[in-house]
């Protein structure tokens, strides 16, 4: 992940610059773990292990950790729509984790930690990419629906990085296509969440709020693999 690049005129004092700073985790599923985290939720807890006190990570209840958020690479799917098995994790987390109990018992067979700091300024350009839960709440209830179209989606994303901070332009917007998450719950609920692959090109507006949203994530379903922001500098257009 790179320093996005700065061609644009210092901005005003109301853009200040903002200063992103997290440690990424790049883990390798072992077979039996690969197996057992086609549950989301158990992916979940999988990731999470590393940031747990040893004398607390078997605690009931679990005391919550810090703010963590995950994307999963994953084996083509063997029927259409499912996911596929997760066979890597990129974990972000604000403090360094320790994954040395999963590599001892072999259920991580790789694990690479490194610090992260990116520093960014009004009129810097990026390209982000982020697996997605583009959805919507239901008018009379709770309950969160799954947007359908490639469109509704899109809208979506656009709508999310304005309110973070970010311009995005609409004829760089990618959409991928449905891939279903599920798993149970630790009350026996099943869990589904309808996830999407999401590319755009965009302007830091704010710099501070891109810088937040990078730290928190975006949208619903984060403890499920939805939401972490990846960013890099844009990439010439072939056609241009």
Not at 1 to 26: E, I, K, L
Not at 41 to 47: G, I, M, P, T
Not at 49 to 71: D, E, I, M, N, Q
Request: some cysteine; glycine content about 6%.
């Amino acid at each position: 992940m790179s320093t996005p690049s700065r061609t644009s005129p210092t901005p005003p004092d109301t853009f200040a610059a903002a200063t992103f700073t997290t440690w990424h985790s790049v883990l390798t599923l072992s077979a039996p773990s690969r197996r057992d985290c086609r549950d989301i939720h158990r992916l979940h807890q999988f990731a999470l292990y590393g940031h747990r006190p040893p004398h607390l990570r078997t605690a009931v209840p679990t005391p919550p950790p810090p703010h963590v958020l995950f994307v999963a690479r994953r084996s083509p799917a063997t029927r259409r729509a499912d996911a596929g098995t997760p066979t890597q994790l990129l974990v972000q987390s604000p403090t360094k984790p320790d994954w040395q109990p999963l590599l001892t018992t072999q259920r991580l067979s790789y694990a690479q930690v490194t610090p992260v700091r990116q520093h960014y300024r009004a009129g810097d350009h990026v390209d982000i990419h982020m697996t997605a839960n583009p959805s919507q709440r239901e008018s009379r209830s709770p309950r969160r629906v799954a947007l359908n179209t490639p469109e509704e989606c899109g809208a979506w994303l656009q709508r999310h990085l304005k309110r973070n901070g970010i311009l995005s332009e609409l004829s760089q917007m990618q959409v991928g296509p449905k891939q279903t998450l599920t798993g149970t719950s630790s009350t026996g609920r099943t869990i589904t969440i309808v996830a999407r692959y999401l590319r755009a090109r965009g302007t830091v507006q704010n710099a501070a709020a891109f810088a937040q949203a990078l730290t928190n994530g975006l949208g619903p379903a984060k403890p499920y693999g939805c939401g972490l922001l990846l960013t890099q500098p844009p990439t010439p257009d072939p056609l241009s």
